[in-house]
């Protein structure tokens, strides 16, 4: 079987499963096994598949059929142009996440030269903490997860992207071990990707997301539940003019921007619209 016949075996099985993008995901299946670049499976399209190579390729797209992420059975997905280990113990990073780290390099660069400190809480793979940490290499970012795996990807993450000195993990809920007198006023920004699908919307979901662990997704029954405890959080950890930077679902807005308001620390609440054009990011900093 040539390359090629590989290709539109895949994706046809991909499109009678009724999955999207179906030639997206083959091409990277294909060059993941073959370990080469998607541009060597162009040039070689009638080069043979060697049967070791089309028998792990036919898994994988096996697996894809029964609508399991493409991520979880490459075991990876790209961030920032950084390639994240991922596996069932944590959500796969998101395009719109990226917006989140942008936001935040664009408050502190790198070409400041400024010693500044982070806080990531529900980091997952770690994405948007090591993120940060690259490229801005005068950033200290601490990252807490309530999840043990997840803090265990996350450190696996941290070795492969080199930045073991950069970031520290932590295996707490929220912000609860940097509940102490001495963290008072300590950190400049507090990022965060806070789980926030409302519950009774879980099982609504593409089937895809059933794949991905729910206390990653689950916001409570408004989806809410978590902006109150970060907004202590900032509160209590940000120093003044500190910024506190969380992504929000679609049409969560008002109610997180209320939530801020509410606490009456903070000012220039403003809201950053994603790729699609849906307010995503919400910024606020401290006075
Ligand atoms: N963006 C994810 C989704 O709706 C949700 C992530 C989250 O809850 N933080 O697919």
């Known amino acids: 079987m040539q390359l090629s016949e590989a290709l539109s075996w895949g994706v046809q099985s991909m499109k009678l499963s009724g999955i999207q993008d179906a030639h997206v995901d083959i091409l990277a299946f294909l060059s993941h096994v073959l370990v080469k670049e998607k541009s060597y499976i162009y040039s070689n399209l009638s080069m043979q598949c060697p049967d070791v190579v089309f028998k792990k390729f036919s898994s994988m797209v096996e697996e894809r059929v029964r609508h399991e992420p493409s991520a979880y059975i490459m075991g990876k997905r790209e961030f920032m142009s950084l390639n994240f280990m991922v596996n069932k113990n944590v959500l796969i990073p998101r395009p719109e996440t990226e917006h989140l780290v942008e936001e935040t390099l664009t408050l502190f660069p790198q070409a400041d030269g400024s010693a500044y400190v982070g806080l990531d809480i529900g980091t997952g793979c770690g994405n948007i903490a090591l993120s940060l940490a690259k490229y ?10 309530i999840s043990s795996k997840a803090i265990k990807v996350a450190r696996e993450n ?5 930045l073991e000195k950069s970031v520290s993990f932590i295996n707490c809920n929220l912000w609860n071990y940097f509940k102490k007198e001495k963290w008072r006023g300590r950190i400049n920004v507090l990022a965060s990707n806070p789980p926030y699908v409302r519950s009774g919307q879980l099982n609504d979901f593409a089937v895809d997301l059933s794949y991905e662990p729910k206390k990653a997704l689950d916001g409570g029954a408004d989806g809410l539940s978590f902006y109150k405890p970060l907004a202590d959080a900032g509160e209590f950890l940000l120093k003044k003019n500190g910024y506190l930077i969380m992504e929000i679902g679609q049409g969560q807005e008002e109610s997180v921007k209320n939530i801020l308001r509410n606490k009456k620390v903070f000012q220039d609440i403003i809201v950053k619209k994603d790729y699609s054009g849906i307010d995503r990011i919400i910024v606020a900093r401290r006075k």
């Open 158 to 162: 941290r070795k492969l992207l080199n």
């Open 136 to 145: 801005n290499r005068n950033f200290h970012i601490y990252a807490t997860d």
